[in-house]
Antibody, heavy 118, light 109 residues
Framework: QVQLQESGPGLVKPSETLSLTCAVS?????????WGWIRQPPGKGLEWIGS???????YYNPSLKSRVTISVDTSKNQFSLKLSSVTAADTAVYYC???????????WGQGTLVTVSS | QSALTQPASVSGSPGQSITISCTGT?????????VSWYQQHPGKAPKLMIY???KRPSGVSNRFSGSKSGNTASLTISGLQAEDEADYYC?????????FGGGTKLTVL
């Protein structure tokens, strides 16, 4: 069974960089699929942040592209998100998920709340 | 790129059928039959209910079905049950990008 688990600080100060990691178990990232990050502000809808292919190719939401970096560490079977220059608008539950070429997200992490506040 | 458009809320009584629409453009929903639908209960991660427009993952009830016409995809839930009360999101392939709908809150009366 494929499982994903997000980890990282739950509180980030404005203007700093948000960093999260998604550990994958039950499937080797290097075997295929895309690995993505999605966020959900409190009481609002889902927003795709970006994805990385197992080969390392990245795809970002145009509205966040200038601030986002997604990387993969196949040796640790995990992938990471960095979002720079955060503001209160970046406060959200951040999910990691696996998807295929059709953007079908079949496995999701439980989500982690990140609050941007001084 | 804008989010896909969904109604904010829909409701139905147990046993009835409801349909949730998801409207995009000719660049996303209209060009590909690659819309997926997710169910989200409060405090939980989204769960895949329909993929590639009309396919159901193993374990998802056949009361859930998907379709598409032009730039609009639809999710139909038949035989409504209390446990179907949740938020529903559509998601579309859009080339190198991915678009989600704003979400629809389903209330089972």
């Amino acid at each position: 069974q494929v499982q994903l688990q997000e980890s990282g600080p739950g509180l980030v100060k404005p203007s700093e960089t948000l960093s999260l990691t998604c550990a994958v178990s039950g499937y080797s990232i290097s075997s295929g699929y895309y690995w993505g990050w999605i966020r959900q502000p409190p009481g609002k809808g889902l927003e795709w942040i970006g994805s990385i292919y197992h080969s390392g190719s990245t795809y970002y939401n145009p509205s966040l592209k200038s601030r986002v970096t997604i990387s993969v560490d196949t040796s640790k079977n995990q992938f990471s998100l960095k979002l720079s220059s955060v503001t209160a608008a970046d406060t959200a539950v951040y999910y990691c998920a696996r998807h295929d070429y059709s953007k079908t997200f079949d496995y999701w992490g439980q989500g982690t709340l990140v609050t941007v506040s001084s | 790129q804008s989010a896909l458009t969904q109604p904010a809320s829909v409701s139905g009584s147990p046993g009835q059928s409801i349909t949730i629409s998801c409207t995009g453009t000719s660049s996303d929903v209209g060009s590909y039959n690659l819309v997926s639908w997710y169910q989200q209960h409060p405090g939980k991660a989204p769960k895949l209910m329909i993929y590639e427009g009309s396919k159901r993952p193993s374990g998802v009830s056949n009361r859930f079905s998907g379709s598409k016409s032009g730039n609009t995809a639809s999710l139909t839930i038949s035989g409504l049950q209390a446990e179907d009360e949740a938020d529903y999101y559509c998601c579309s392939y859009a080339g190198s990008s991915t678009l989600f709908g704003g979400g629809t809150k389903l209330t089972v009366l």
